[in-house]
């Protein structure tokens, strides 16, 4: 079965420290993989995706994720964190942005 | 550019009432989502769309209907309302163009159903 897997439900760093989330995904086919990023009240935002290719992608904010087949995982990270990074982050996979599968989100509290 | 605009943005029904939740997009996307997202679990998949007068089933549908008669509106009809269905409501759209593999997401529709 399709499903993605974010083993960890809350985090807290504190401003400027490093950031890992985790995200593992079962997935038949090679797998179109995104992350979203969730502000208080808002809709979701992409902050990245991978579709093929160099397997280390860039997203918008500093936020670089890599995909790593072996391990079935696509794991986010920052090298610093900002106060403003704090908010609910969506891993999601699929065949293509149609009919995405999303994980359960991690949220993420930064202190200064 | 408005984007993907959803009303209302909070409401509260009684049981058994009915409501529409409105989701309209300026972006001539023909591909459309409604999603629903309760705390620990994610964003589930109601009711898609991929173009006018096309309208599927997702992971979650019962309890729910959908039309799609505009390339621009996909409302969210709840006929009996239940409180299993408080949640908060997602649309979203697509241009189905490999070159932007991105979801545009409205800003949400808390429903409480008492």
């Known amino acids: 079965a399709q499903s993605v897997t974010q083993p960890d439900i809350h985090i807290t760093v504190s401003e400027g420290a490093s950031l890992e989330l985790r995200c593992n995904y079962s997935y038949g086919a090679t797998p179109y993989l995104f992350w979203y990023v969730q502000s208080p009240g808002q809709g979701l935002q992409l902050l990245l995706k991978y579709f093929s290719g160099d397997t280390l992608v860039q997203g918008i904010k500093g936020f670089e994720a890599e995909f790593k087949r072996s391990q079935s995982s696509f794991n986010l990270r920052k090298p610093s964190v900002h106060w403003s990074d704090a908010a609910e982050y969506f891993c999601a996979v699929g065949a293509n942005t149609d009919k995405l599968i999303f994980g359960t989100g991690t949220r993420l509290q930064v202190f200064p | 550019n408005a984007g993907v605009t959803q009303t209302p943005k909070f409401r509260i029904l009684k049981i058994g009432q009915s409501m529409t939740l409105q989701c309209t997009q300026d972006m001539n996307h023909n591909y459309m989502y409604w999603y629903r997202q309760d705390p620990g679990m994610g964003l589930k998949l109601i009711y898609y769309?991929?173009?006018?007068?096309?309208?599927d089933k997702g992971e979650v549908p019962n309890g729910y209907n959908v039309s799609r008669s505009t390339t621009e509106d996909f409302p969210l009809r709840l006929e009996l309302a239940a409180p299993s269905q408080t949640s908060v409501y997602f649309c979203?759209?697509?241009?189905?163009?490999?070159?932007?593999?991105?979801?545009?997401f409205g800003s949400g529709t808390q429903l409480s159903v008492l």
């Open positions: 979203a759209s697509w241009d189905g163009g490999l070159r932007n593999e991105k979801l545009f």
């Open positions: 769309s991929v173009g006018a007068g096309i309208t």
